[in-house]
């Protein structure tokens, strides 16, 4: 069974940083692409970042410039780090592993992040 456990977010000001990870187990996570989504109150969860296999990185445009998309393979475990924070990122944020753009598994828990103005 597929476990995906997300960590790191907070309260932070405008203009601050956090990194979140995801620790997951029970899939070949060093052959799979993976994501970050994230959830706002009354919104649609999004894709906000995406890193393949071999580390090929791909951003939305509202976090292009601010967000990076990294992975440890060997540690089973994905991370984004968030950078220049906005209120307009606060969400819940999720990980999950990739059919291209496409959520494979059930959602963990996610990680809230919260960015006071």
């Known amino acids: 069974q597929v476990q995906l456990v997300e960590s790191g977010g907070g309260l932070v000001q405008a203009g601050g940083s956090l990194t979140l990870s995801c620790a997951a187990s029970?899939?070949?996570?060093?052959?799979?692409?993976m994501g970050w989504f994230r959830q706002a109150p009354g919104k649609q969860r999004e894709l906000v970042a995406s890193?393949?296999?071999?580390?090929?990185?791909n951003y939305a445009e509202s976090v292009k410039g601010r967000f990076t998309i990294s992975r440890d393979n060997a540690k089973n475990s994905m991370y984004l780090q968030m950078n220049s924070l906005k209120p307009e990122d606060t969400a819940v944020y999720y990980c999950?592993?990739?059919?291209?753009?496409?959520?494979?598994?059930?959602w963990g828990q996610g990680t809230q992040v919260t960015v006071s103005s």
């Open positions: 999950n592993f990739l059919r291209v753009t496409i959520p494979l598994f059930s």
């Open positions: 890193i393949t296999s071999g580390g090929n990185t």
């Open positions: 029970g899939y070949i996570f060093g052959d799979a692409a």
